[in-house]
């Protein structure tokens, strides 16, 4: 650390060693606090959170309720009845390809983009802590909020799976049967997945979010790019563009329910979320970081 780097006024806060903390480091964790509370704190992400919620728990009762159909459903919807863990497996299945980006998308939208509609955006340029570490810090709260999202679908399963179907092993993708706390860990591993998906795609919408005031815009631009990229996926006489895809590799992740675990598809998926992260986030710094802020 830098003797000349700025430190808050007052008495010196100290870290373990007896630095000082510098004030663009303190403005930067404020920064992100302040941002996770406002994600937290309004009423349509709280709304959207329920929903998220909702439909793991619908899925459950549904087939509790309803008389068991062989042959149909997806793999996972079927094996519900067997093994509680198989609720959130389904639910994620399912709102991977609507309700989790459009939750994305919304925070996406309201990163700068409704910053700059609501008038706060040149308010919090004034701070220290430089555009770059602003864009930073917005990212990271979307990387946090696509961690929670699929986190409140995977719990609100699990809790409405064990309530109605109970535990025990589970049958993977192979046919053989792993413990449940083999199935837990394995699921785990499915959240950590789709969340680096979903991560990658806030990227997307970040640089999106860069381009115009209007976070609605920004909102139903990420959307439409997330539906095109879902029909691009499904046409087979464009195969040579799926790997470029980001959406590819999402539906990838019952390759962790294997026994072993099949790797191959996992790992290119999360080197296509690596890459666009990397890629649209530098096209957000660019943006942002020459950009006339007017509001």
Do not use: C
């Not at 009423?43 to 309803?66: D, E, F, T, Y």
């Not at 691009?232 to 026994?259: E, N, T």
């Amino acid at each position: 650390m830098s003797a000349a780097e700025p430190t808050l006024t007052g008495a010196p806060e100290s870290l373990p060693g007896g630095d000082r903390v510098p004030l663009s480091r303190r403005l930067s964790s404020r920064l992100l606090r302040s941002e996770l509370r406002l994600i937290a704190g309004r009423r349509r992400n709280q709304m959207g959170l329920l929903v998220l919620a909702a439909v793991p728990v619908l899925i459950a009762v549904a087939v509790r309720i309803s008389s068991p159909r062989e042959g149909r459903g997806p793999d996972f919807l079927s094996s519900i009845t067997s093994n509680g863990l198989f609720v959130p497996l389904a639910a994620l299945s399912v709102e991977l390809g609507l309700f989790l980006p459009l939750a994305i998308a919304m925070l996406a939208g309201d990163a700068v983009a409704g910053e700059a509609n609501l008038g706060t955006l040149r308010y919090l340029l004034t701070v220290p802590v430089g555009r770059t570490r602003l864009l930073v810090t917005k990212y990271l709260s979307l990387m946090i909020g696509a961690v929670w999202g699929v986190a409140v679908v995977v719990l609100a399963g699990t809790i409405a799976g064990i309530a109605l179907f109970g535990t025990g092993p589970m049958l993977t993708l192979s046919g053989t049967e792993i413990s449940f706390g083999s199935a837990v860990w394995r699921v785990v591993l499915v959240s950590l997945y789709i969340a680096a998906g979903l991560a990658a795609l806030a990227a997307v919408g970040l640089f999106i979010s860069t381009l115009t005031e209007q976070p609605l815009a920004a909102t139903v631009a990420l959307m439409i790019f997330t539906i095109l990229s879902w029909i691009a996926d499904s046409v087979p006489q464009i195969s040579w563009l799926h790997p470029w895809l980001l959406v590819d590799q999402w539906m990838a992740f019952g390759d962790l329910l294997r026994d072993p675990p099949f790797w191959d598809n996992i790992a290119q998926g999360l080197r296509v979320d690596l890459a666009y992260a990397v890629l649209f986030g530098l096209l957000a710094w660019a943006r942002f970081a020459g950009k006339d802020i007017t509001s």
